[in-house]
């Protein structure tokens, strides 16, 4: 793969992780239309999701120790029995971060049947789901807004917010829509929502890396110096698209990826059928 395709595919990961409007469908549609879709482009994809993985670490990174600190003392306090004891708001933000990502690991069992829409040659199912995105954005931007921070997150919150996430395991969902979506809907704060989203996308971000890398490992895949450079402009384009998403959430222009992911979605399914009445995919 060339050093301009994987920039280029680097900079669509690092923009659409964060962004509303779905990585995973957006590197769908670009391997469809470019013929690089399928298996072989597992490796750069699991690299490219590190790559943003560290964008979260970095822009999160003063919540993100503090949440450790915790961790660390949460583990003390159960040792000596005290650790309902010492609850406070970040110990519960580390439990329903638990609750989940807990949820979303019974859909890993259906991993095949998700990843099969990404590889097949139709993109039809991908424009139904931009239209999917673009509807919950739309009405969490009409949402009252919400004063819910970290410490407030309830079990059920932390339930629904786990299941929308599951859910965007569809090429074409938005994770980070999906979870600020459902945020919004649960009553978070504008900032709280944001933050919950990408933090809680850490593991799920990190274990969809490692079975990537592991059915890369099964291929004939082999390492470029190239995917290098992917990872670092992923990293950098992600820390860009997060600050973009606070800005935007926090000043209710949220529902502008809602106008994007609809339009998305509704050329995609014409193309879609299109590609269906001539028998084959378009390519550029």
């Known amino acids: 793969m060339s050093l301009l395709n994987t920039i280029f595919q680097a900079i669509i990961q690092g923009l659409t992780e964060f962004l509303p409007v779905s990585s995973s469908g957006h590197l769908s549609l670009f391997q469809h239309f470019t013929g690089k879709s399928g298996e072989g482009a597992l490796l750069l994809s699991a690299i490219l999701h590190l790559g943003t993985l560290v964008a979260v670490f970095v822009a999160f990174r003063q919540t993100i120790w503090d949440l450790i ?30 609750v989940s990502t807990v949820v979303l690991i019974p859909f890993y069992i259906f991993k095949d049947f998700f990843e099969g829409f990404a590889e097949d040659t139709s993109i039809f199912a991908e424009g139904i789901c931009f239209l999917y995105t673009a509807a919950i954005l739309y009405l969490s931007d009409r949402c009252t807004k919400g004063k819910k921070t970290l410490g407030d997150i309830s079990g059920k919150d932390a339930v629904t917010v786990g299941f929308f996430q599951a859910i965007a395991l569809l090429p074409g969902v938005s994770r980070s829509g999906s979870t600020i979506s459902s945020g919004l809907f649960c009553g978070f704060s504008r900032e709280t929502a944001v933050k919950y ?10 274990g969809g890396c490692i079975v990537e890398v592991k059915d890369a490992a099964e291929t004939d895949m082999t390492f470029s110096a190239s995917y290098i450079v992917g990872f670092f402009v992923a990293a950098i384009v992600g820390i860009a698209a997060i600050k973009m998403v606070n800005w935007l959430v926090k000043s209710d222009k949220f529902k502008v990826f809602s ?18 009445a001539i028998g084959h995919p378009l390519s550029f």
């Open 197 to 206: 989203s990408f933090i809680l996308g850490i593991p799920a971000i990190l």
């Open 69 to 98: 600190k915790e961790f660390g003392r949460s583990c003390k306090d159960i040792v000596h029995r005290q650790f309902f004891k010492n609850m406070n708001g970040d110990r519960r933000a580390i439990i329903m971060l638990i």
């Open 259 to 276: 106008y994007y992911t609809a339009a998305l979605g509704v050329i995609v399914i014409l193309i879609s059928i299109i590609e269906a």
